[in-house]
């Protein structure tokens, strides 16, 4: 199984960036897809974005589409979430996850392993 740590979480201003970032060990890679999803307080977890570690493909969800970038660095095992315009509804725990095979999913129960998570606060 593969182990997940986030970082680069914070507290920025509405508007502001900030990239986060999970390294992944354990495992090889070349079959996970790898995935960001973020949980609010009071609300379930959400899927923000995902990639196909061997093609690279990606795809986001339409809250985030065009201010976020999710990419990655095999060489390094890590995977990283650029996070631009920033608003305050994206305040929320930001988990990385991993699963096992080629497409990306965006249901929480396909996930095979889960990060600790990392707090992102944006303030208006």
């Known amino acids: 199984q593969v182990q997940l740590v986030e970082s680069g979480g914070g507290l920025v201003q509405a508007g502001g960036s900030l990239r986060l970032s999970c390294a992944a060990s354990?495992?090889?890679?070349?079959?996970?897809?790898m995935n960001w999803f973020r949980q609010a307080p009071g609300k379930e977890r959400e899927f923000v974005a995902g990639?196909?570690?061997?093609?690279?493909?990606?795809y986001y969800a339409d809250s985030v589409k065009g201010r976020f970038t999710i990419s990655r660095d095999n060489a390094k095992n890590t995977l990283f979430l650029q996070m631009n315009s920033l608003k305050p509804e994206d305040t929320a725990v930001y988990y990385c996850?991993?699963?096992?095979?080629?497409?990306?999913?965006?249901?929480?129960?396909?996930?095979?392993?889960w990060g600790q998570g990392t707090q992102v606060t944006v303030s208006s």
């Open positions: 354990g495992r090889t890679f070349n079959d996970y897809a």
């Open positions: 990639i196909s570690w061997s093609d690279g493909n990606t």
């Open positions: 996850a991993a699963r096992r095979g080629r497409g990306i999913r965006t249901a929480t129960f396909l996930m095979d392993s």
